[in-house]
Nanobody, 119 residues
Framework: QVQLVESGGGLVQAGGSLRLSCAAS????????MGWYRQAPGKQRELVAH???????NYADSVKGRFTISRDNAKNTVYLQTNSLKPEDTAVYYC?????????????WGQGTQVTVSS
């Protein structure tokens, strides 16, 4: 089992920045992809950013140029630097980790961290 602990959420004014972190611990064998999703009230959970084990990234169009995902493989940690925040970025942000063990894919989720952007 892999446990994910997120941190870094909070309340910020529009135009501000936050850095989210997600540390994985437990029985880690081979983390593949890591990513961040978010869910606003009344909306479906959506992908924000994703990074592969090789460092390849992709972003939702709504955050391109403002958010940056990175990972520290030695620490099993993924980060999301959020800049130029907008009120529409307000949501609960969830960390996601995909692990592949003996050909079986395991999907883990963090408990979520609230990001609130005031106008």
């Amino acid at each position: 089992q892999v446990q994910l602990v997120e941190s870094g959420g909070g309340l910020v004014q529009a135009g501000g920045s936050l850095r989210l972190s997600c540390a994985a611990s437990g029985s880690i064998f081979s983390i593949n992809a890591m990513g961040w999703y978010r869910q606003a009230p009344g909306k479906q959970r959506e992908l924000v950013a994703h990074i592969t084990s090789g460092g390849r990234t992709n972003y939702a169009d709504s955050v391109k140029g403002r958010f940056t995902i990175s990972r520290d493989n030695a620490k099993n940690t993924v980060y999301l630097q959020t800049n130029s925040l907008k009120p529409e970025d307000t949501a609960v942000y969830y960390c996601n980790v995909v692990e592949v063990v003996a050909g079986v894919t395991y999907d883990y989720w963090g408990q979520g961290t609230q990001v609130t952007v005031s106008s």
